[in-house]
């Protein structure tokens, strides 16, 4: 069971600590009380609050004596003033001298409430960031991970406990959560770093181009091998071998995976002597390994060394402070490739962005910012141009030319290919008709036709 909030409400009027006590442990904080701002001060000394709540007209010593005195003790907790006398220099006067926020009597419980909790989480932030750059310190390379959001300083701070490390490192989290930049990361943070980073995703080789490529071939092994050819393991030797996709491996592919981690030598594919390697591996999925291992597909054993530590990137709409710091930089970074000057988001485009669930997650939001920055006019990329909303009019076009009874199934084919690619494109026509491999103008001529875009 988490401990409770702690807060010391401080005011000379009883019945108005009276209702905020009554109020304040509705609310879930444990509540502790002073008459004056003197009261204050030795309460704060004597024990730790996570908050103070305080009144400013107080007949020993007034809210604004007691604020200086106690930010004086211990600066990092957050005191809210309270008054009934409301004016802009008591409230510049209460913000200069370290108030978190400033409330007028009688108190709005809404925004009271809403206060205090953006308070507390103020303070949890300020202390994960304390810690992280503590661990992390100055030398702790971030290979573009960008996040702020306390699920982020966490991971972060295991990064930079297990970079240093030989342990084998699973990394675990949906498709689009960036595996590949904390694979960096810890390549990059470690007495590796020198050495190379091979990075090879199992889920696009077959079996037997998969084993060619980790381990390497003779020449002559089979048909085409002209020449001997050095795997992954050999040419990661000395550094880091990132496996992303691991759970796509076929079982006669683990077996062979799992004596290389077990021997640290591997075999060419017809070769017969053995070449020991020096390799740190780093595996990433987007499966559940232990429900692959109950239906038999995966090894167990090897799951066992891959997963010496575990690291699981959270998914984007868990952090949703993240998403204005990765939509600015991915609007600064193709604003410049495309060479356009977009200063930011529209307020309705940035309330569009936070409100995406995001199921594709930083890659789905790159791709959108992208698409925006392609389409947008203006210096401020709108809503529309993000295309966020599931209703597209690509999407819509689709539907309807699905309804149509008068087009055949090569059509419907050609018609559902070109909609996905210029889709895809982010509604470009010059990218899609080159990914079609037809000229602008025969795509524009084929949707005008099926009456999709003008």
Request: proline share 4%; hydrophobic share 40%; aromatic share 6%.
């Amino acid at each position: 069971m988490s401990q409770k909030n702690s807060v010391l409400v401080v005011d000379d009027d009883p019945a108005h600590r009276t209702m905020l006590r009554t109020l304040l442990t509705e609310w879930g904080y444990d509540i502790y009380e002073a008459d004056d701002g003197s009261g204050a001060i030795d309460q704060v000394k004597e024990r730790f609050f996570d908050l103070v709540l305080m009144d400013v007209r107080m007949i020993k010593i007034s809210g604004l004596e007691a604020l200086g005195a106690i930010k004086l003790y211990n600066p990092a907790i957050p005191v809210i003033i309270m008054t009934a006398y409301s004016s802009v220099e008591t409230a510049v006067e209460a913000l200069k001298k370290g108030a978190y926020d400033y409330l007028t009597k009688p108190l709005d419980f809404d925004k009271l409430r809403l206060t205090i909790q953006r308070a507390m989480e103020h303070l949890q932030l300020k202390e994960e960031n304390r810690i992280l750059r503590e661990n992390l310190g100055r030398q702790f390379d971030r290979r573009n991970i960008i996040g702020r959001s306390p699920l982020m300083a966490r991971l972060l701070e295991t990064v930079a406990q297990v970079a240093p490390s030989e342990a084998t490192i699973l990394i675990s989290g949906e498709s689009g959560t960036g595996k590949e930049l904390i694979a960096g990361a810890l390549h990059f943070n470690s007495h590796r770093k020198e050495g190379p980073f091979i990075k090879i995703n199992c889920a696009a080789l077959t079996e037997t181009l998969l084993e060619s490529e980790l381990f390497g071939h003779e020449k002559g092994a089979f048909t085409g091998a002209d020449r001997r050819k050095e795997g992954c393991f050999y040419r990661a030797h000395g550094g880091t071998l990132f496996l992303d996709e691991v759970s796509a491996m076929p079982l006669t592919m683990q077996a062979k995976l799992l004596r290389v981690l077990q021997e640290r030598e591997i075999v060419r594919v017809g070769g017969e002597s053995a070449v020991p390697v020096d390799v740190r591996l780093v595996g990433a999925t987007n499966k559940n390994l232990q429900e692959l291992i109950n239906q038999g597909t995966f090894r167990d054993d090897l799951f066992y060394r891959l997963n010496v530590v575990s690291l699981e990137i959270p998914p984007l709409r868990q952090r949703k402070d993240d998403i204005p710091l990765l939509a600015q930089h991915f609007l600064e970074d193709h604003s410049n490739r495309n060479k356009k000057t977009i200063k930011g988001f529209t307020p309705k485009a940035m309330d569009a962005i936070l409100r995406y669930d995001w199921p594709g997650n930083v890659r789905e939001l790159m791709n959108a910012v992208e698409r925006g920055v392609v389409l947008a006019r203006g210096d401020y990329l709108d809503d529309r141009e993000l295309r966020l909303n599931p209703e597209s009019e690509l999407q819509a076009a689709e539907t309807r030319i699905f309804a149509d009874e008068n087009i055949g199934p090569l059509e419907q084919v050609e018609k559902t290919t070109i909609l996905r690619t210029l889709e895809a494109a982010g509604g470009n026509k010059s990218e899609a008709a080159r990914k079609l491999g037809i000229t602008r103008k025969t795509l524009h001529k084929k949707l005008k036709k099926y009456g999709v875009m003008p």
